[in-house]
Nanobody, 125 residues
Framework: QVQLVESGGGLVQAGDSLRLSCAASGRTFNNYAMGWFRQAPGKEREFVAAISWRGGSGYYADSVKGRFTISRDNAKNTVYLQMTSLEPEDTAVYYC??????????????????WGQGTQVTVSS
């Protein structure tokens, strides 16, 4: 069983920065891609960013490209999402997710089998 615990959400103003963390446990962290998704009220859950099991620069939704950075520390079993230049449109519950299969990277919600409880990010204008 995989457990994911997010932290770092909060209320910020437009233009501010925030860093989300997600601590993973329960299986070999290094072999699986990790992703961040978000869900705003009344909207479907959407892809934000993903990072390969090997690390690297990550993959991003167009709406956050250039503003958000995903990274991982395999020694700490932790993945991060650094968010800068936040906009009111970024307001949502942010979820950390782990791919259910090793050695691939996906932006599809359905290919992530493990989810955290979510952390609220609210950006005021």
């Amino acid at each position: 069983q995989v457990q994911l615990v997010e932290s770092g959400g909060g209320l910020v103003q437009a233009g501010d920065s925030l860093r989300l963390s997600c601590a993973a446990s329960g299986r070999t962290f290094n072999n699986y891609a990790m992703g961040w998704f978000r869900q705003a009220p009344g909207k479907e859950r959407e892809f934000v960013a993903a990072i390969s099991w090997r690390g690297g620069s990550g993959y991003y939704a167009d709406s956050v490209k250039g503003r958000f950075t995903i990274s991982r520390d395999n020694a700490k079993n932790t993945v991060y999402l650094q968010m800068t230049s936040l906009e009111p449109e970024d307001t949502a519950v942010y979820y950390c997710a782990a791919d259910q299969r090793p050695y691939r990277t996906s932006s599809r919600v359905g290919e992530y089998g493990y989810w955290g409880q979510g952390t609220q990010v609210t950006v005021s204008s």
